[in-house]
C-alpha cells in the first residue's frame, strides 16, 4: 500500500461503496460491513450511520478511531460474511482471511486485501441520528491491485458492480476542487 | 409513475447513486445535483450535505420540502449541466428540458424523466456539518422505465454506471428487513 493524499480521500467514498470499518478495543480487532455512509467535506470529513446494534459501535465510541476500507467485487462474500455476524462471539479477521496491518495513527488495522484504507478520527456522535462525523488523517491505496471494481449495496440482499467509468472532467472544470 | 411501499425506498438510495435535488420557493422551482446523500434508517429517513453555496438551499431551509430525484446514466449531461449552472440566474428545467410534475403532498416539483422521485420534509438541519435529516413521505417509480442504472460521481469529474448485479439474498435473510 502507498500513502495517498488526503485531499483526494473523498473520491473513495463519494461513489457509495459498501464498505468494511475495522475497530480495536485495546484487546482485540473487529470489523463490520456498512453501506450507510457520505461525504460531509473535502477536508475530508466523512459520516456514517451507526449504533449499539452494531458490536463495533462501543469500540469506536470508546476509542473515537476506526478505519474505514473500501473492498473490491472479489471480496464480495467476504462483505456478506462480515455484515452477517458479530465479533461478539467472532475474529473476524481470522473467519474470513482478512489480514491486519498496522495503520500509521491508528490503532485499529488497516485491511491487507482492500483497495484502500482511511485511517480515521471521530469528531462527534451524533447521538439523536446515530451518525458518527469522521476525519480521515491518514489513507493508503493498494500499489497495483488486480482489482478495482467496487460493490455498491441495495440494500434488499443485492450488490451492483461498478461498470464503466464516464469522463465530464472538462464540463465539470469549475467544480472539481484543485489538484483531484 | 406509480406510488412505491416507504419501506423499500432506502433501496433507491442506499447504493449511493447522484441524486437530483428540486425546491419551490413559492415562486419558482430549481434543482440542484447532489452526491453526498446516506441512509439514515429504513423509515425512511436519508441525511444530504448542502449549504448556503447551494442557491436551492434558501428554499430548503425555508419551505423544509423537497423532492429527491433519481437519474440514470441517459441523464449525464442533464446532471452533470445541472450541478454547473444557477438557479440565481438560470431556469433549470427550461434548460435542462426536464419536465416539472405536481407531487402528492409537497410543492417541490418531481421530475418526470427520471427513475424515483422521493417526496421528502426536513426534519432538522444540522449546521455545524451542513447535514440536511429528511424524511421521505411519498416516493413514486416509473412505472415503465427503459433505463435504469444509475450514475455514481467520484467527485473527479468522472461517473461510474451502475454494472452488473450480485444477489446475496439467501445469504443476507436474517439482515434483511421484512418485506423488502
Redesign the interface.
Known amino acids: 500500500m502507498r500513502t495517498m493524499k488526503l485531499s483526494?480521500v473523498?473520491?473513495l467514498l463519494?461513489?457509495?461503496?459498501v464498505v468494511l470499518v475495522t475497530t480495536h478495543d485495546g484487546r482485540r480487532s473487529n470489523v463490520m460491513t456498512i453501506?450507510?455512509?457520505?461525504?460531509?467535506?473535502f477536508t475530508p470529513?466523512f459520516?456514517?450511520?451507526t449504533g449499539a446494534w452494531n458490536y463495533s459501535y462501543r469500540a469506536l465510541r470508546n476509542t473515537r478511531e476506526c478505519v474505514i476500507a473500501i473492498p473490491t467485487?472479489d471480496m464480495?462474500?467476504t462483505v456478506?460474511?462480515v455484515?452477517?455476524c458479530s465479533g461478539s462471539d467472532t475474529d473476524k479477521f481470522a473467519k474470513f482471511g482478512l489480514t491486519p496491518t498496522p495503520g500509521k495513527v491508528v490503532k485499529a488495522p488497516l485491511i491487507q486485501e482492500c483497495l484502500a484504507n482511511i485511517e480515521c478520527r471521530v469528531v462527534?456522535i451524533?447521538r439523536?441520528?446515530?451518525?458518527v462525523?469522521l476525519d480521515a488523517v491518514v489513507a493508503h491505496r493498494a500499489s497495483s491491485p488486480r482489482e478495482t471494481?467496487t460493490?455498491?449495496?441495495?440494500?434488499?440482499?443485492?450488490?451492483?458492480?461498478?461498470?464503466?467509468?464516464?469522463?465530464?472532467?472538462?464540463?465539470?472544470?469549475?467544480?472539481?476542487p484543485a489538484g483531484?
Do not use: C
Open positions: 483526494k473523498f473520491t463519494e461513489p457509495g461503496p453501506s450507510w455512509t457520505m461525504v460531509l467535506d470529513r459520516a456514517i450511520t467485487v464480495l462474500d456478506v460474511g455484515g452477517t462527534e451524533i439523536r441520528y446515530d451518525i462525523v471494481r460493490l455498491h449495496a441495495v440494500g434488499d440482499g443485492t450488490f451492483i458492480v461498478d461498470g464503466r467509468r464516464l469522463n465530464r472532467r472538462k464540463q465539470m472544470a469549475g467544480k472539481i483531484i
